[in-house]
């Protein structure tokens, strides 16, 4: 095994782009000699001009030494050549995504270093195992996958492709410690692990607003505010790019052989065709001026309120709540004929809480119980709820000050099933054995910004209740994009955490 805890440990990155740069300047950093070779003439230097500024501006705030600074671009070395990167103990590629252009670089790349020189790539989709089957020596092979910005993003996925040497993926993982970033180690699969578990958050977002059943910013509101997102999906895309977005979505599709869970909205098609592509375009799911997001104002609660309301049995927070609004409550077996009648369902839409209630479906609304009350208050109608009923439900629940969102009819509203898929496809990469429970949930936090890993999630929410969104979706849109993750259910069913491994 390599000891990268060398003093004279030297590395090499090939590539200076974006991605490049940052690798550079954190292995510099931690005193590694860096040898930077790019085929682009001047594109080294102006890599490593870049990294002299960044670098400046931390010294400017007192956060970097002017000595560690001299120190750091000291051991940033430009070659003209490939083969000058002959005594590097091991090599980052950060070139171009394109399987053949890599292909070509690592063929020309062993044949100039040593034998015991690990070959690392920054992919964030491609095959490892790919890149490396044509090689003398494939498992010297791994990748190396880093998040941008990555001085700032600490957060390294290790890939161990089927012909990669165990020694290889050791090296790496305590390399990425002397440099201070987390090493999560995963499997050679689409997506690796940061990008595979994404694959909840957008689509099934996609979906709800393809369902008509709430707009955009209705939608990253609920989210941000009830479930914990920082940044909602449709604020993400627009940060992203719809464009880079919707192909990673449709590239994670046919790589999984199409899998439902991952089934991309047809919605996103024309809107890429239009140039609505977000930030960069002035405009996508919202509007933007000066790269600033122009504000979109949420409508005001109406003044109506109920004489009387009737709550489900089966809500006893809900009851809680109504219960320190002011109002009258009934607790009779069944609503008088003018009530408000308010169900709290888990997975179901408010139709099927109605009939299972034997309520009235027009004075129907339901209300998500599952993320509390205290931040967004989430309602929604059937079909035929009359629009005095949703005006009194809005009003009421708009006592105190807590915003309210008024969506449409919904099996798991909206945080709810948003939330069920995400941690579902978390559960199936742990089932998939792609990477452990904990640097699964580690990976996605540090990667992704979540409130939680998707396994954490799932208990935060309660896994029986994630399995109960997702059993209700499952059952009522007969689709295989529902189906509860083995993982999950039998977890749910024992009581016990998602992140208990398998013995």
Same mark, same amino acid.
């Given at each position: 095994?390599?000891?990268?805890?060398?003093?004279?440990?030297?590395?090499?990155?090939?590539?200076?782009?974006?991605?490049?740069?940052?690798?550079?300047?954190?292995?510099?950093?931690?005193?590694?000699?860096?040898?930077?070779?790019?085929?682009?003439? !001047?594109?080294?230097?102006?890599?490593?001009?870049?990294?002299?500024?960044?670098?400046?501006?931390?010294?400017?705030?007192?956060?970097?030494?002017?000595?560690?600074?001299?120190?750091?671009?000291?051991?940033?070395?430009?070659?003209?050549?490939?083969? %000058?990167?002959?005594?590097?103990?091991?090599?980052?590629?950060?070139?171009? +995504?394109?399987? +053949?252009?890599?292909?070509?670089?690592?063929?020309?790349?062993?044949? #100039?270093?040593?034998?015991?020189?690990? #070959?690392?790539?920054?992919?964030?989709?491609?095959?490892?195992?790919?890149?490396?089957?044509?090689?003398?020596?494939? !498992? @010297?092979?791994?990748?190396?996958?880093?998040?941008?910005?990555?001085?700032?993003?600490?957060?390294?996925?290790?890939?161990?492709?089927?012909?990669?040497?165990?020694?290889?993926?050791?090296?790496?993982?305590?390399?990425?410690?002397?440099?201070?970033?987390?090493?999560?180690?995963?499997? $050679?699969?689409?997506?690796?692990?940061?990008?595979?578990?994404?694959?909840?958050?957008?689509?099934?977002?996609?979906?709800?607003?393809?369902?008509?059943?709430?707009?955009?910013?209705?939608?990253?509101?609920?989210?941000?505010?009830?479930?914990?997102? =920082?940044?909602?999906?449709?604020?993400?895309? $627009?940060?992203?790019?719809?464009?880079?977005?919707?192909?990673?979505?449709?590239?994670?599709?046919?790589?999984?052989?199409? +899998?439902?869970?991952?089934? /991309?909205?047809?919605?996103?098609?024309? =809107?890429?065709?239009? !140039? *609505?592509?977000?930030?960069?375009?002035?405009?996508?799911?919202?509007?933007?001026?000066?790269?600033?997001?122009?504000?979109?104002?949420?409508?005001?609660?109406?003044?109506? @309120?109920?004489?009387?309301?009737?709550?489900?049995?089966?809500?006893?927070?809900?009851?809680?709540?109504?219960?320190?609004?002011?109002?009258?409550?009934?607790?009779?077996?069944?609503?008088? /004929?003018?009530?408000?009648?308010?169900? &709290?369902?888990?997975?179901?839409? &408010?139709?099927?809480?109605?009939?299972?209630?034997?309520?009235?479906?027009?004075?129907?609304?339901?209300?998500?119980?599952?993320?509390?009350?205290?931040?967004?208050?989430?309602?929604?109608?059937?079909?035929?709820?009359?629009?005095?009923?949703?005006?009194?439900?809005?009003?009421?629940?708009?006592?105190?000050?807590?915003?309210?969102?008024?969506?449409?009819?919904?099996?798991?509203?909206? %945080?709810?099933?948003?939330?069920?898929?995400?941690?579902?496809?978390?559960?199936?990469?742990?089932?998939?054995?792609?990477?452990?429970?904990?640097?699964?949930?580690?990976?996605?936090?540090?990667?992704?910004?979540?409130?939680?890993?998707?396994? %954490?999630?799932?208990? %935060?929410?309660?896994?029986?209740?994630? *399995?109960?969104?997702?059993?209700?979706?499952?059952?009522?849109?007969?689709?295989? =994009?529902? @189906?509860?993750?083995?993982?999950?259910? @039998?977890?749910?069913?024992?009581?016990?955490?998602?992140?208990?491994?398998?013995?």
């Amino acid at each position: 095994m390599l000891d990268v805890s060398r003093k004279d440990l030297t590395a090499g990155v090939a590539g200076s782009g974006t991605m490049g740069r940052g690798i550079i300047q954190v292995l510099a950093q931690c005193g590694v000699r860096v040898l930077v070779f790019d085929a682009k003439p !001047g594109a080294a230097k102006a890599a490593k001009d870049s990294i002299s500024g960044s670098l400046s501006k931390l010294v400017e705030k007192g956060r970097v030494k002017q000595k560690d600074m001299d120190a750091t671009l000291g051991r940033i070395e430009i070659v003209e050549e490939l083969k %000058a990167l002959a005594p590097c103990h091991l090599v980052v590629e950060a070139i171009i +995504e394109v399987l +053949e252009v890599k292909r070509k670089f690592f063929t020309e790349l062993e044949a #100039i270093v040593g034998e015991d020189c690990i #070959i690392a790539s920054n992919t964030s989709s491609l095959s490892v195992t790919a890149m490396a089957s044509h090689l003398k020596k494939p !498992g @010297r092979v791994a990748g190396y996958h880093f998040f941008n910005p990555v001085p700032v993003m600490k957060i390294v996925e290790v890939v161990g492709g089927v012909l990669t040497e165990p020694w290889v993926t050791e090296a790496l993982t305590e390399l990425s410690k002397r440099y201070g970033h987390t090493p999560v180690n995963c499997q $050679d699969t689409p997506g690796f692990i940061v990008n595979h578990a994404g694959r909840g958050f957008v689509p099934e977002s996609l979906r709800i607003y393809q369902e008509g059943i709430a707009e955009p910013a209705v939608i990253d509101r609920i989210l941000c505010d009830a479930a914990g997102f =920082r940044l909602g999906p449709f604020g993400l895309m $627009d940060l992203v790019g719809l464009d880079i977005a919707h192909g990673v979505m449709k590239s994670m599709y046919e790589q999984y052989y199409q +899998e439902p869970r991952y089934k /991309p909205s047809f919605v996103a098609d024309p =809107r890429v065709a239009a !140039g *609505l592509l977000g930030r960069k375009t002035g405009r996508g799911w919202y509007e933007y001026k000066d790269g600033v997001q122009v504000p979109e104002p949420e409508s005001s609660a109406p003044p109506a @309120r109920p004489t009387s309301v009737w709550i489900a049995p089966d809500a006893p927070s809900l009851k809680e709540l109504i219960g320190r609004l002011n109002v009258k409550s009934e607790s009779g077996a069944k609503p008088s /004929p003018d009530a408000l009648c308010l169900v &709290a369902p888990i997975g179901k839409d &408010a139709t099927t809480a109605a009939l299972e209630h034997g309520l009235d479906a027009e004075r129907t609304v339901a209300v998500d119980p599952l993320f509390g009350f205290a931040k967004r208050r989430t309602i929604m109608t059937t079909p035929i709820t009359k629009s005095a009923y949703r005006a009194m439900a809005h009003g009421l629940l708009a006592v105190g000050g807590v915003p309210v969102s008024v969506i449409k009819d919904s099996p798991g509203f909206v %945080a709810q099933r948003v939330v069920a898929h995400i941690v579902n496809v978390g559960c199936d990469i742990a089932q998939q054995n792609i990477a452990s429970p904990e640097d699964l949930d580690r990976a996605v936090v540090l990667g992704l910004s979540y409130p939680h890993g998707p396994l %954490a999630m799932g208990d %935060a929410v309660g896994a029986d209740k994630i *399995l109960a969104v997702l059993e209700a979706m499952y059952d009522f849109y007969k689709e295989p =994009r529902y @189906r509860p993750s083995p993982w999950l259910t @039998r977890r749910a069913r024992l009581g016990v955490s998602l992140l208990t491994p398998e013995n």
